[in-house]
């Protein structure tokens, strides 16, 4: 298992949502191959699992190495709903720990 690594992200959620009764903040995690930062998994705080799978199935396979615009741009293209803004910042905190990991180990 030493070939993945662990990241997270996060971001405050709007206001009225489901999921914002239980937290205040959203999180993305994603389990990652460590040598070329392709996402493995993917997981997130949608209140439910139905989002929370439409969100693996749509990050997964995308690089971080190539940078977040990607990923951004899938969840812009294709999720519709109040938290779109809280996911793709939480993934742009998420490639920021990328960056922090990458930067420690070179």
């Known amino acids: ?5 662990f990241i997270a992200g996060h971001a405050r959620l709007p206001g009225g949502m489901a999921a914002q009764s239980m937290f205040q903040t959203l999180t993305v995690t994603a389990e990652l191959d460590r040598r ?3 996402i493995l998994e993917c997981s997130c705080t949608l209140a439910t699992e139905h989002g929370r799978e439409f969100i693996n199935q749509t990050l997964r396979g995308y690089s971080l190495r190539d940078g977040i615009e990607g990923p951004v741009k ?3 293209n294709n999720y519709s709903g109040k938290a779109k803004n809280a996911i793709t910042a939480a993934l742009k905190d998420l490639y ?3 960056e922090m990991l990458q930067k420690e180990n070179d």
């Open 96 to 98: 920021k720990q990328f």
């Open 74 to 76: 899938a969840i812009e």
């Open 1 to 5: 298992m030493n070939n993945v690594i």
């Open 36 to 38: 070329y930062g392709v």
